[in-house]
Structures are given as structure tokens and as C-alpha cells.
């Protein structure tokens, strides 16, 4: 998490979306940066709300001044890059490498259920209130990213190159056969509700966010 009070952003870490890469080149522009464990760069937009209300409860610094934003991949992408990631990387709990992506699919290890029965891993939940409703001004499209955030980049006044870091060193697994698609589909359908409709909710977002320079 990056939070910028000079430039009144605030940029949520989702994982496996370029987060290392972004926050490589907003980091100069932060006051404050939330970053160690996975499970405190990866925190919640609502949870940041909350734990930084000492920033935001003052007027001058409402929640609704900043620019809150992140990135979602399409879900099934999502998760294969995980599946690459922990195989292919020096990682603290990596994938046997002769475990295939059904195989992995089927073990509903932490990547796809919570802990503890706390129900499916859903990058939506980085971005929206237990309610439902979204708390991110931009979501940005993991496919859309260089353009989405060198626009973004622009408006901010910062000039600072995305180059990538932390990526997956093994390629993409082969199509997945029609049936597991599926099943991937219908466990990532929340997902796929906020996912498929960004286009819309990020034209309101980047026109609230072009009306600073207006």
C-alpha cells in the first residue's frame, strides 16, 4: 500500500498485478508506504480506511480527496500466474515441480480458499466494502495497465518508468481443458461481476480524477 498526501493517491497492492513493479515507481512520491509481510502490503482498501482514520477522519485529508486505485486481473489469468509464480520462483512455499495446474486447482491451497474457513480468495475483496460496494475510484485491468497508469502517471504530475519486477519465470500453462475452465469460472464469479464491468465503473474514476487539472 502507498498513500500519497502531496499527490492524494492511494494505491492498493493486489496481488500477482504488477504491484512490486508500480510501487517501485510511486514509492518516491509516498509518505507513507505499508510493506514487509505479504499480509501488509496486500491490505484491503476498507482495511486501510480503517487503519490510517487517524490521516483521513481530518477534514483537509478526507478519504474522498485521494485517488484510490489498484489493479485486478482477469481471474483465471489471476490465478495461473500464482500457479507460475510458486512452481517456477525462489518462493518461502513453492508448488512440486511435477504438480500440474489441475492438480493445484484441485488442492484449494491458500492462493484459492482463506485460511481457516474464511472463504474463497477473491481479489474483489481488495477493493470493496463487505457490503459489496466498491471503495476504488480505478480498478485498473491487468491487460490495460501500461496505458491506464501512464495516463494516470500524467495527471499526477510524476514521472517514474513501470519496469518489472517479481514476475514468473516459467510460461503459461497450456489451454485449460474446457470443463476446469468452467468450474474456474463459476468459482471466480463474483470476481468476474466486478471484473466485467471496470470499463464502466473506471470512466467515472479517471473522469473524477481528470477534473484536478480541469
Not at 505479504?38 to 487517524?54: C, V
Not at 468459482?187 to 479517471?206: I, K, P
Request: negative net charge; aromatic residues 10%.
Amino acid at each position: 500500500m502507498l498513500l500519497s498526501i502531496e499527490k492524494r493517491f492511494l494505491f492498493v497492492a493486489n496481488t500477482k498485478t504488477a504491484s512490486t513493479s508500480i510501487e517501485v515507481a510511486l514509492k518516491p512520491f509516498s509518505e507513507i508506504v505499508r510493506a514487509g509481510t505479504p499480509e501488509r502490503k496486500h491490505t484491503s482498501l476498507h482495511d486501510i480506511l480503517n487503519l490510517y482514520d487517524f490521516v483521513f477522519a481530518r477534514p483537509e485529508h478526507h478519504a474522498d480527496l485521494f485517488f484510490k486505485f489498484g489493479v485486478m486481473r482477469d481471474p483465471i489469468d489471476w490465478i495461473n500466474s500464482w500457479f507460475r509464480y510458486r512452481k517456477g520462483n525462489e518462493v518461502e512455499a513453492p508448488l512440486p515441480s511435477d504438480m500440474s495446474f489441475a492438480d493445484f486447482w484441485e488442492k484449494k491451497d491458500w492462493n484459492i480458499m482463506r485460511p481457516r474457513g474464511a472463504g474463497k480468495n477473491l481479489q474483489r475483496d481488495m477493493f470493496c466494502a463487505p457490503n459489496g460496494d466498491v471503495l476504488a475510484d480505478v480498478i485498473i485491468p491487468h491487460h490495460n495497465l501500461g496505458a491506464v497508469f501512464s495516463e494516470i502517471c500524467d495527471i499526477l504530475d510524476i514521472r517514474s518508468p513501470l519496469e518489472r519486477h517479481n514476475v514468473s519465470e516459467i510460461r503459461a500453462p497450456d489451454e485449460l481443458p474446457a470443463p476446469l475452465a468452467a468450474d474456474m469460472r463459476e468459482f471466480y464469479a463474483e470476481d468476474y461481476e466486478l471484473f466485467d464491468r471496470l470499463d464502466d465503473l473506471n470512466a467515472t474514476g479517471m473522469a473524477k480524477l481528470r477534473s484536478r487539472t480541469a
